[in-house]
């Protein structure tokens, strides 16, 4: 025979995608070696079931020899003899290779026949899409061979690709193919594994159950998990199987340690890992309900699924596993919150919620968890179903633990409660109506609900929620207690009274809470309980009429200010200002009425005795303040229509003056600018046509208009910024006004009339010594300018204004006022009259007759003095004059001493005393001013005055021109600045004489 043709060399010349079972029985069948056959059929691995199963068989029949050659080596051993079947194996190592052959190819039938039981069961049990994917068109039998005869038990139909290819299956080990299934999910393939392979796995099943993902529901491999065994006080030991009914002679202990004697070669199998913890005894019922604790941790902090802990846990008590109760009923609780709890719509449901973050929370917090996300409209339902469970789990834990509670669902409910927004309260007090049945009620204590929903309203800083306020106040039982006695009602209006003070901020208590509402009205007896609900009632209403006007208060602000008149007058005030916030356009008088009816509604008492918001204030000081605000609001034309229609508006024509001026004022205290014909000035002005016509308003409308005037001469508050009415109306002394007028402005002196029109506005028409002193003002004006006309005008008008008032006077020359008058007259006669600039000598010694007329005795030789100087002067002109005339008109007259002592000693005398019209700081801008225009216009340098022409008003006479220009330069510029500096020191007030 051709080698070529031998068996041997057939079969190695074969490929593993080309053996089917014909080729296994024609060509491996047909060698006589059973040593090479065996090994032929150990070598190869297929993923054909059929020709797997071919080779596993023929392997398996042709090592049956080596058992019958062993039982006869036993049979003729000694019976007691040990190590009979090492000795064995080490003389004859082909049988030793055969038996270890043996043993690997009957784990791999085993394997075989597990995995054809797998497969069957991938399209039934199986969803996974790796097991999905299958080619719709591959018709070929992935399992079968040509024409190959199965038996029905190897025979696999399942079109469903298997978890892991056979070829890998015979050999990888079985525990890391069981985590492997496990991890992949294959709970039906992992429940085959473990079913028959439970002698080699059973040992490590909780390596193999902690390789399940923590989001695979227990329920897929619920008879995976462990048991509890009753009668045995341990873990239930599952049932074996085994694919054969008879364990082979080479699986026996005493062959597998025979084999794996160092003497005899070792044929690797598919054995489980060694390194693996083992747990071959059932565990104590401690452990194995730790176990399922642990199984929860690893669920919840790998995946926050508290639905599959839950499952876990329900799982391990129903197979009696102990301790497992408490824990179920916090996690039944923890899925509520998670699963059945509302939640923001914008994010998603929290995940990272583990056993530690539950029992670190206090029952309060978990009552506010589960309602976190509630609105008005599910917050009932939620508490019913949520919370209501919660507290009734609290309160049976309580009774076993010996310590009853039966207060802690309504305390928790409570202050749930007294945390909660106005309207999901509101929902609750809705589900709490005492006309609904008790079993309904989420609050069934009626004095409790009446409590709280005081304590929620009146610790609420909320000033918008006036309807859902109201519709707690509806959901409140209604009680017709009075009190019993005189001493029950003084009790209550104390409490009432007490409340106030209670709910006013101090510094111990910047804010009084609903909690510490609650804390008060929990031992008031049922009639204070409902006078306060009377009381709430009013306020109630005053709140929402606040809220109308835009002038809305806390609910709390009723009871502060209660009994605090001042407070309640404060508030009117701002409501018929509107100050506060948008309230209704006031177009017209029906607006201003209605605002009206609702102030002095405020002002009443409801027929429960209640006085409202405005309960301290009479009727007529609230339509004072209406009217005011009124007036306020810049609606004149309004304000004198509601006084001809009367109505309600009952005010005498005193207060409408009042209100009017006060109203007036406060536009003129507000302007920036003092010009009444625009802005708040022309309000203030035009609030006083409101009311007819007074003396009070008369000059109250003058002082707007003088006010205005004096805006209009640019007056300053300080350098660069005009002086604003404010200012003027808190100016002490307002003649003080009209001479910063005249500092400020050069040419004001020129308007009298203008001036004195101003002074009698500013309030001093009838006062005569204002008068006489703002002529003073304006003669010394007029002088400081060297208009010696108008400041003798000024003088004259001033002395026939004194002359009338000594003559005028019941008490004559000793009246404070004609004395007054008197003083400020005759100083500015003095001053004017011994003005050496001043030309017309006349009228220089008219005005110094009066100052001799009218100044005290103690300044008669003073004023004396200048008179006779002035007359002898007069006297040396004329006879100068007459010495002009007797010589010739072509020739000037050479000047002498005399002249030049007389004109020095005229010099000499300027200094005059201080004007007492004008203080440091006018004086000081005249003296600046009067200085500037001297040094501008006095040469110094030469003989001559340098005025600009003969046409000037106050030119001098030609004689005292002439006279003037026989001085010698240098000794009148000396003796000119002489004069400067005695005149400066007169206006800033020098009184000694250089």
Partial sequence: MDSSDHPHTLWVALRDEELTVQNVEETLASVDDDLWVAAACFDRLLDIVPVQRSLLDLGIKRTAKVIERAEEIISLSDPGADGVLTDWFSESPADAQLCQIRLVLLERLDRLNTFVEICKELPAKEGHAEDSDIDEEWEDDPWGGENATVPAPARATAPTEPPIPLSEFLVEDMLEMACFFASQEYTSAL??????????????????????????????????????????????????????????????????RALESPEVLIVEGGTPTDGTSKQVQPLEPQKLTAWYKQRVDYVLSTTGMVDIALATIQHGASQGVPELDALGEELSLLSRLVYDAPHASDSDVDTDWTLSRWHSMDPSNVVRAYLAHSTAQTVARDISRLVVPYLFVLEARA??????????????????????????????????????????????????????????????????????????????????????????????????????????????????????????????????????????????????????????????????????????????????????????????????????????????????????????????????????????????????????????????????EELSLSASREFYDNASSGNYKFGDMKLAYDCLDVPPRSDRLAREKEFIEATSRLSSFNVMSRPGIPISPIEIRLTKDRLSLISRVLSSNTDAYKHTQVILDLLHKLGFRDDVVAEVKTLAMLADSALQAEDFTRAHEASEKMISTVLKLRTSVPLGLDDPQVQEA???????????????????????????????????????????????????????????RLAHRSTSPHKRPIANTKTASSLQARLHDLHMPTSPLMNAEDAAALASRTFNRVASNFPFAVGSRGRSGPSQDDARSRSRDESRRGFDGDEVSAQASRVLQRGIGWLLGADEES
């Fill in 399 to 656: 009774e076993r633990a010996g310590q009853p509670d039966p207060e802690l669902p309504n305390r928790l409910l409570y202050d749930f409660l007294l945390s909660a927004p106005l309207d999901i309260a509101a929902a609750v007090f809705d589900a709490s109506k005492p006309i609904a049945p008790a079993a309904q009620r989420l609050i069934r204590n009626d004095e409790d609900t009446a409590r709280l929903a005081l304590a929620c309203v009146y610790g609420s800083d909320s000033r918008n929620e006036w309807p859902t306020m109201s519709r707690i106040f509806e959901c409140l039982p209604a009680w017709d207690i009075s009190p019993d006695n005189e001493d029950e009602a003084d009790e209550t209006d104390a409490t009432i009274i007490s409340l106030g003070a209670f709910v006013t901020p101090s510094t111990t208590r910047p804010r009084c809470t609903p909690s510490d509402l609650f804390l008060f009205f929990k031992p008031l007896p049922l009639v204070s309980l409902s006078r306060a609900l009377d009381i709430l009632d009013v306020h109630l209403e005053a709140g929402e009429i606040f809220s109308r006007w835009g002038v809305a208060a806390p609910l709390r602000w009723f009871l502060q200010s209660a009994n605090d008149a001042a407070e309640q007058r404060a508030w009117a005030n701002r409501m018929a200002r509107r100050i506060g916030g948008p309230g209704p356009d006031m177009n017209g008088p029906g607006d201003w009425e209605w605002l009206l009816d609702d102030m002095l509604k405020l002002s009443g008492t409801s027929d429960n005795g209640v006085k409202s918001a405005f309960g301290l204030l009479s009727q007529v000081e609230v339509s004072s303040i209406f009217f005011g605000g009124v007036l306020s609001s810049g609606k004149f034309d309004i304000a004198r229509n509601l006084l001809r229609r009367g109505g309600k508006l009952v005010l005498d024509p005193n207060t409408v």
């Fill in 191 to 256: 429940r085959i594994l473990l079913l028959y392979h439970s002698s080699a796995l059973w040992p490590m099943r909780f390596t193999i159950l902690d390789s399940i993902p923590g989001h695979s529901h227990p329920s897929e491999y619920r008879d995976l998990l462990p048991a509890y065994d009753i009668n045995c006080g341990t873990e239930l030991k599952p049932a074996l199987s085994h694919w054969r009914a008879e364990r082979d002679w080479v699986e026996s202990a005493e062959v597998k």
């Fill in 822 to 880: 008197s003083e400020v007259c005759w100083v500015s006669c003095f001053q004017l009259g011994r003005q050496p600039e001043f030309s017309d000598t006349g009228k220089k010694l008219s005005l110094l007759g009066r100052a001799l007329e009218l100044c005290p005795p103690d300044k008669l030789h003073d004023v004396l003095t200048s008179w006779r100087r002035l007359e002898k002067e007069d006297m040396e002109a004329r006879r100068e």
